[in-house]
């Protein structure tokens, strides 16, 4: 069972606290853990999507230039993960690693999906992400939900 403190999550399976604010809850290994049990290290490619300057060119331009690289570009990309998904329809789906929310987004738009869960490591791209959710007035804000994971 999991339950909301005012500043944290707290899991009694596991027996963990998870540090939380109005906007995430920190789902990583070093959320509540004394650094000297864990010690995190990054690689410079996860670093960079933490920076607020990436999160907010992300949709902006630079995810569509992905094509060079073999993307076979947004609407494409959504039609192959809506065919992956379809059973999976009806139930919550998590979005894993969902940066600025550009498919969470179009997830919930579906009403294919009991709920949608946008989840990453990068509070930056959470941010973004709820900003695009909170300009899209077409979006019923009950369907976001965000945790830094």
């Not at 500043?7 to 009694?12: G, S």
């Not at 959320?31 to 300057?53: C, E």
């Not at 998590?94 to 498919?103: A, E, I, N, Q």
């Not at 919930?108 to 709920?115: E, L, N, Y």
Request: charged fraction near 25%.
């Amino acid at each position: 069972m999991l339950r909301r403190f005012a500043q944290a999550l707290h899991c009694d399976r596991c027996a963990r606290t998870f540090a939380a604010n109005e906007r995430s809850v920190d789902l990583t290994s070093t959320s509540g853990v004394s650094a000297r049990v864990f010690k995190q290290s990054f690689w410079g490619g996860t670093q960079i999507f933490r920076s607020p300057l990436v999160s907010f060119a992300y949709e902006r331009g630079w995810r569509s230039s992905f094509t060079w690289a073999g993307f076979p570009g947004d609407q494409k990309e959504f039609d192959m993960a809506m065919t992956y998904l379809q059973n999976a329809y009806g139930e919550v789906l998590v979005d894993m690693s969902c940066g600025s929310g550009l498919f969470s987004r179009r997830f919930v738009r579906s009403s294919k999906f009991a709920g949608v869960v946008a989840a990453d490591f990068s509070e930056s791209m959470l941010i973004q992400a709820k900003q695009f959710f909170d300009e899209d007035v077409s979006m019923d804000a009950r369907w976001l939900k965000s945790a830094e994971c």
